[in-house]
Each structure stands twice: as C-alpha cells, then as structure tokens.
C-alpha cells in the first residue's frame, strides 16, 4: 500500500468496532518498532508505553472502572460508561497506556516538544494498524488516566505522565468504518515568497 492512501484511510477504530480476537504479539512489537522511528528534537524519545493483555488488561479496565467511579462528580456519572469500559474485555485485543518521560532537570526541550513526539509515535501506530486492512486502533484520553491513581496504577515515575490509551484490536466484520473527511487543504496553507 502506497503511503498517500495509508495516511488517508488512517480512521480511529472504536472497542465496538474491534471483533476480541488477539493481535500477533510480532505485530504489536512491529507497531512499537515503529513508534519509536518518530521524530524527536535532541533525540530525547520521550514516549513511553506500557502493553496491556489478558488478565492484565482486565485488571487495567477495572482500575479504568475504579478510577472513573472515584473521580467522576455524581453530576456527571453515567452507569453506561461503566458498562462500555467492561464491554472492552471482549472487544480489544491490547491496550496501550500512551506515557511521556520528561526529565526537566536535563532536558533543554520545551515539555510541548516532548508532547508532539509522544503523539507523533502514536501516529506511527496508527498508520502502522492502517497499512494491515485488519487492525485498527483509538485513542482515548478519559480525566481519571490523568489523575494520581490511574498514576499509581501504571507505575509511573516521578518525570513520567499518561497521556491516554490507545486501544488495538481487530476490524470486526460487521463493522462500520467511517469514511474520510477534510476541508479544503488550501485553506488552511498559505505560500509565501
């Protein structure tokens, strides 16, 4: 596949989207092999990624559930969102936690730097999943990834930061693949010179 068409049929792929059958661990370990071919100032790689299956990834989505259930005011819970972070269990293949190193005390590099680096690398996954016409992925940044014991959870250092999850599973057969849509790219360009 050439990479125009890569880059233009990249879609996110929703857990309900996903059909639960397991991604090769070789194409899990390809996708990372290729998220850390990002580009990054000073060459200070600042994405980290913690891989989630299995047992595991259950355990990772009831501590999704815990954290959501503690952190969400009561104005603002929906027992539906509960029910669709255990719906995840049998529709995703892995779970990515999308983490960021950043060292202040040696690091030159603005942290916005080190942001963009980090989303670059997903992106690489992204397009990664996108060149297979099998795989796909989505990544969602729900408030309580954010928080201190989602943190706690991960196991993150002092310098490190979750960005989100990106969930990776298989395209179900009877799923909906939205189609592409973007304005005019030269509205948003202008040449100078």
Same mark, same amino acid.
């Not at 990372?32 to 990624?49: G, Q």
């Not at 299995?54 to 969400?72: I, P, Q």
């Not at 293949?93 to 999308?98: D, F, L, M, V």
């Given at each position: 596949? @050439?990479? @125009?068409?890569? *880059? ?19 194409? *899990?370990?390809?996708?990372? @092999?290729?998220?850390? /071919? ?8 600042? /994405? ?17 559930? =815990? ?14 969102? &509960? @029910? ?13 936690? *999308? ?63 979750? &960005? ?25 360009? =202008?040449?100078?010179?």
């Amino acid at each position: 596949m @050439e990479l @125009e068409e890569v *880059i233009v049929k990249r879609r996110s792929l929703f857990p309900k989207q996903m059909s639960g059958k397991q991604v090769p661990q070789e194409f *899990i370990a390809k996708m990372l @092999e290729m998220a850390n /071919w990002a580009p990054n100032h000073r060459n200070t790689e600042p /994405w980290r990624f913690k891989v989630y299956t299995g047992e595991a990834m259950h355990a990772l989505l009831d501590e999704c559930k =815990s954290c959501y259930v503690r952190d969400t005011p009561a104005e603002k819970f929906k027992r539906i969102k &509960l @029910e669709k972070i255990e719906e995840r269990k049998s529709q995703v293949s892995h779970i990515i936690a *999308i983490c960021m190193h950043r060292n202040s005390k040696k690091s030159v590099v603005p942290e916005w730097e080190e942001l963009a680096a980090t989303a670059m690398a997903v992106q690489n996954m992204w397009l990664t999943l996108a060149a297979t016409d099998k795989y796909g992925g989505y990544w969602s940044s729900p408030a309580y990834a954010m928080g201190d014991a989602f943190r706690a959870f991960l196991q993150l250092e002092d310098d490190e930061r979750c &960005l989100g999850l990106f969930y990776v599973g298989n395209i179900a057969q009877d799923a909906v693949l939205a189609q592409g849509k973007r304005g005019d790219w030269q509205e948003k360009a =202008s040449f100078n010179g």
